[in-house]
């Protein structure tokens, strides 16, 4: 379950979404276009921007657009073992319940998770049963792809005296306020912990933007890949908001 905000046309409207009705908003959210980026918490964010005509002068306004999906119950910190164990359940179709000496177990075709660890996976929400098999939920799918993307940006240099070697050592000599000779260096690193980022921004912005770009392609790479589809109700509970995204 995840605590549902909606920011619309009418002001913010908050609710509950089961994990259905979030991976609808988020599989519509990617098929329109719109941003998604994933939470560490197993949690979602999406946004988007809507057009309203003949409301000023040149007869555009840009409206922001946002639905804020909290899980109720968030992951944590997930250990390199606990992704091992939650590795074993998402790769395995026969992955269930099942007793060992008179205790829970989750098992699958060639492995078990003992009787303990199962409870821990559990109690904190990171199995589900769909049927008779078990699964992660989304929010454990969510949280785990979040903190394998952890993206950072480093502080710029600024000011900073060049070494003699330097081929733009000359470029500062005649700077005021006590930098004669000084160079400025205001580039920031975009890095991501995946590895598949590894690049420079201008500035600290141009580096986040950056960062925040790679986070939303993952995001949206995996709805596609991963999440199926869920159509919408037949009628918009909150007024077209939240389920078709036009409010």
Known sequence: MFRETIQ??????????SEQHATMLLTSAVRRGYDVEFTPAGGALITWTRRLFGATENGVVRAERSISLEPLMPVGALSATTRIDLDLVAGDPRARYAENDGR?????????????????????????EDGDRLRLSLTARLGLLAQAHRTRTTDPRG???????DPY???????????????????SSATCACGALSGWGGDRDEARRLTRDHRRAVAASFVAEHLARVPAPARCNCGGCAECMTG
């Open 8 to 17: 619309h046309s009418t002001g913010v409207t908050e609710g509950t979404a």
């Open 104 to 128: 829970r177990v989750i098992a699958g075709l060639t492995w078990e998770i003992p009787a303990f660890t199962t409870a821990r996976l559990r109690a904190r929400g990171l199995v589900v």
């Open 159 to 165: 000011w900073y005296r060049p070494s003699a070697g």
């Open 169 to 187: 050592g000359a470029a500062g000599l005649n700077r005021p306020g006590g930098r004669a000779g000084m160079l400025r260096d205001g580039s």
